[in-house]
Antibody, heavy 122, light 109 residues
Framework: QVQLQESGPGLVKPSQTLSLTCTVS??????????WSWIRQHPGKGLEWIGY???????YYNPSLKSRVTISIDTSKNQFSLELRSVTAADTAVFYC??????????????WGQGTLVTVSS | EIVLTQSPGTLSVSPGERATLSCRAS???????FAWYQQKPGQAPRLLIY???SRATGIPDRFSGSGSGTDFTLTISRLEPEDFAVYYC??????????FGPGTKVDIK
């Protein structure tokens, strides 16, 4: 059973960088069939996809966040990470990592972490 | 950019009844890249349906998905107490790659 677990600070100051890590267990992050995503959910709101990374290092970001986001991967630790720069209070959200089943005739998120709340406040 | 619209925003249903949730895309999309998720308070979303009509692993058969083109439906045949939640539709393929609908809340009547 694949499991994902987010970790990182729950509080970030405005203008600083939000950094989160997702640790994958029960499966290899180097599986070529999967892409590893970050999604966020503002309090009481819907889901916003941030971006994903493939073990090869290929990334794709939501254009609305692209200028502030970097997703990286560490296959030796079976982890992938999110950096969101220059945060404001509007970035306060629950952040989820998830595994994407992506390819020809596929495009969904089949395993999710439990989520971590990140608050941006001074 | 494809926009997904879900209706109704809130659906009040009694346990044991049938619930029908709708998701409409702003343009025709491939059903292969369409999914439904369930989210309960304080929990992560859970994949219910992928490819518009295939149930994910461990999902009870009271959940079914259908549709094509611009109109997709999630049906819960007989609501159990644990089914009261928010349901999201999702499309993959157009910018920003993963697009979610705003959600339908199913609550107890």
């Amino acid at each position: 059973q694949v499991q994902l677990q987010e970790s990182g600070p729950g509080l970030v100051k405005p203008s600083q960088t939000l950094s989160l890590t997702c640790t994958v267990s029960g499966g290899s992050i180097s599986s070529g069939a999967h892409y590893w995503s970050w999604i966020r959910q503002h309090p009481g709101k819907g889901l916003e996809w941030i971006g994903y990374i493939h073990y090869s290092g290929n990334t794709y970001y939501n254009p609305s966040l692209k200028s502030r986001v970097t997703i990286s991967i560490d296959t030796s630790k079976n982890q992938f990470s999110l950096e969101l720069r220059s945060v404001t209070a509007a970035d306060t959200a629950v952040f989820y990592c998830a595994r994407g089943e992506v390819g020809y005739s596929s495009g969904w998120l089949d395993y999710w972490g439990q989520g971590t709340l990140v608050t941006v406040s001074s | 950019e494809i926009v997904l619209t879900q209706s109704p925003g809130t659906l009040s249903v009694s346990p044991g009844e049938r619930a029908t949730l709708s998701c409409r895309a702003s343009q025709s999309i491939s059903s292969s890249y369409f999914a439904w998720y369930q989210q309960k308070p304080g929990q992560a979303p859970r994949l219910l349906i992928y490819g518009a009509s295939s149930r994910a692993t461990g999902i009870p058969d009271r959940f079914s998905g259908s549709g094509s083109g611009t109109d997709f439906t999630l049906t819960i045949s007989r609501l159990e107490p644990e089914d009261f939640a928010v349901y999201y539709c999702q499309h993959y393929g157009s910018s920003p790659l993963f697009t979610f609908g705003p959600g339908t809340k199913v609550d107890i009547k």
